[in-house]
């Protein structure tokens, strides 16, 4: 199926009813985010993805496919970072495939991992991104700090409320 302006629908789905998807996320994000360290490599990574297979513990990993074939994803995690002690719930590993960006799918997979965590109750919600502060602020989060990375980058460090 295909929208009005022709992109094809975004279906959510759990990872956990397509293992198969976790080699080519870890690709995704290591290619994406890899900072050479052992914990970045696809190996660790299709590890980590395929203990996220869960629908109702964390962390759960979502998949957005269009046409059948991952586009998007995003992982509710517990404590990604330590920031405070009420930031128990976060987003992480959000991403979309360079070739179906601007297309929408980032909002939906966001807006997805959103509804899975108020349905859990894992909320508040928190976030942290090095630079796509302006998208989550115009999705309805809000700048609550910042932090520096393991890896000495600046992220802000975002919360949205269920």
Same mark, same amino acid.
């Given at each position: 199926?295909?929208n009005?302006?022709?992109?094809?629908?975004?279906?959510?789905?759990?990872?956990?009813?397509?293992?198969?998807?976790?080699?080519?996320l870890?690709?995704?994000?290591?290619?994406?985010?890899?900072? #050479?360290?052992?914990?970045?490599? =696809?190996? !660790?990574?299709?590890?980590?993805?395929? @203990? %996220?297979?869960?629908?109702?513990?964390?962390?759960?990993?979502?998949?957005?496919l269009?046409?059948?074939?991952?586009?998007?994803?995003?992982?509710?995690?517990?404590?990604?970072?330590?920031?405070?002690?009420e930031a128990?719930?976060?987003?992480?590993?959000?991403?979309?495939?360079?070739?179906?960006?601007?297309? #929408?799918?980032?909002?939906?997979? =966001?807006? !997805?991992a959103?509804?899975?965590?108020? @349905? %859990?109750?894992?909320?508040?919600?928190?976030?942290?991104?090095?630079?796509?502060?302006?998208?989550?602020?115009?999705?309805?989060?809000?700048?609550?700090?910042?932090?520096?990375?393991?890896?000495?980058?600046?992220?802000?460090?975002?919360?949205?409320?269920?």
């Amino acid at each position: 199926m295909r929208n009005s302006v022709g992109m094809a629908a975004l279906n959510i789905a759990y990872l956990a009813d397509h293992p198969e998807a976790a080699p080519l996320l870890a690709e995704w994000f290591s290619t994406e985010w890899s900072d #050479g360290t052992p914990e970045m490599s =696809v190996t !660790a990574l299709t590890e980590y993805l395929s @203990a %996220a297979a869960s629908r109702d513990q964390l962390p759960i990993c979502l998949l957005g496919l269009a046409d059948g074939d991952p586009v998007a994803t995003a992982t509710l995690k517990f404590r990604e970072i330590e920031f405070s002690s009420e930031a128990d719930y976060w987003l992480g590993f959000v991403y979309v495939r360079e070739d179906v960006r601007g297309l #929408g799918y980032g909002r939906a997979i =966001v807006a !997805a991992a959103e509804a899975v965590a108020v @349905a %859990a109750h894992f909320t508040p919600l928190y976030l942290h991104t090095p630079l796509k502060e302006s998208l989550y602020r115009r999705l309805g989060w809000q700048t609550v700090g910042a932090t520096t990375t393991m890896h000495g980058k600046h992220s802000a460090v975002m919360s949205k409320h269920g």
